[in-house]
């Protein structure tokens, strides 16, 4: 969100789109949003108008993990509504899983849904000692406090997981694991895969996603085919008991039957990609992908079959391909609006690349 401007309800996910956890809270649910929320700054945006019967995390930024003296409303900690005291919080990945435990061994009859999103890895870069002596291997410091990290999400993950087993409802529920984005440019390494977060290359957009249901989805399975994170919605919908089709304007696809392998062909023909109002954009479509990178100042096409690795622009001989995929990106994008708001990533790309030509032309330099 745009932190030099006032702050007002017009700036996030507008309350006249119906969120997940309000649809879920329709099948009977209750829901709980834990973590960096950042879909709204406002009051008015915060979870609890947004349809989370719980809330524990702050609303936007990066944030301190210590939940250290607050920089401003935003960079919080809320427990519905209600200001966290600042000796009650020891380590955020820590204390977002505390909460979530606590939620999941509720007693109540009714099934749960939960966002959890930990701010980790996400700046500032601290980590506990005890994280911070499992990844003492990595001689680079930077990048060992990021993998320590890492490290506590794996580790409260697993405990959630522990929850779910102690509770004996492990069975029954569905976990989703994802990230947003890919690594960030510091500390973060996307090997094989091109660029960093806020690319749309593959190292900026190509994400680990693992999902269990042992009741419903037979275990150690590996899914070829890509997927989107707009397809949660539909799945989580359909696998609640309620039809996904009947929401207005969903555009993912319910994965269940896909990977439980009743349907056989790919949940998608071809996806999308929209940054800052058609500043940069992407299209993948069959083996095709067209990338136009505001980064390089260019639109790059790559056959991801042939390389996967998007080494090779194959743009200056395929111009037939890249119209196609233009105009498909084109009746795509006129059912969107426009952005509400200004996005500061545009002004950050063209200050990075610059300091990435800089950087490499010093590199040559005899003197």
Do not use: C
């Not at 955020?92 to 980790?120: G, H, Q």
């Not at 997927?227 to 304007?249: I, R, W, Y």
């Not at 990977?259 to 954009?281: C, M, Q």
Request: hydrophobic share 30%.
């Amino acid at each position: 969100m745009p932190y030099h401007q006032e702050n007002d309800a017009t700036v996030g996910t507008p309350l006249s789109e119906k969120m997940m956890s309000e649809a879920l809270k329709e099948q009977g649910y209750r829901t709980s949003a834990i973590g960096k929320w950042h879909l709204g700054d406002h009051p008015d945006l915060y979870p609890p108008n947004q349809g989370f019967d719980h809330w524990f995390g702050f609303p936007g930024g990066g944030m301190n993990y210590w939940g250290g003296k607050s920089k401003n409303d935003i960079q919080t900690i809320y427990r519905n509504g209600k200001v966290v005291p600042e000796n009650e919080l020891k380590y955020l990945t820590d204390d977002f899983t505390d909460e979530a435990i606590k939620y999941i061994s509720k007693k109540d009859d009714k099934p749960f849904f939960m966002y959890l999103a930990y701010n980790a890895p996400h700046s500032p870069d601290q980590a506990t000692r005890e994280y911070l002596e499992k990844t003492k291997h990595i001689e680079y410091a930077g990048r060992s406090i990021y993998a320590a990290m890492v490290n506590a999400v794996d580790n409260n993950v697993g405990r959630i997981d522990s929850t779910l087993v102690a509770n004996n409802i492990k069975d029954n529920t569905i976990i989703v694991f994802l990230s947003d984005n890919g690594g960030r440019i510091e500390h973060a390494d996307n090997r094989p895969y091109r660029g960093h977060k806020g690319m749309l290359f593959e190292g900026g957009i190509k994400v680990p996603f693992f999902m269990t249901w042992p009741k419903k989805i037979k275990e150690n399975q590996h899914y070829q085919n890509i997927v989107s994170s707009l397809d949660l919605f539909p799945t989580f919908l359909n696998a609640a008991g309620a039809k996904a089709k009947k929401e207005k304007q969903l555009d993912g696809i319910d994965l269940l039957p896909y990977i439980t392998n009743k349907v056989k062909s790919a949940p998608h023909d071809e996806l999308f990609w929209r940054s800052s109002g058609n500043f940069e954009y992407a299209v993948r479509k069959g083996d095709y992908k067209l990338y136009k990178s505001a980064y390089k100042n260019k639109t790059l096409l790559f056959n991801l079959k042939k390389d996967s690795l998007e080494r090779y622009d194959i743009s200056d001989d395929n111009s037939k391909i890249i119209a196609s995929l233009e105009a498909a990106y084109k009746k795509w994008d006129a059912k969107n609006i426009d952005p509400n708001w200004l996005d500061p990533h545009a002004e950050n790309v063209l200050k990075e690349e610059k300091r990435w030509e800089q950087t490499r032309k010093k590199s040559t330099n005899s003197n």
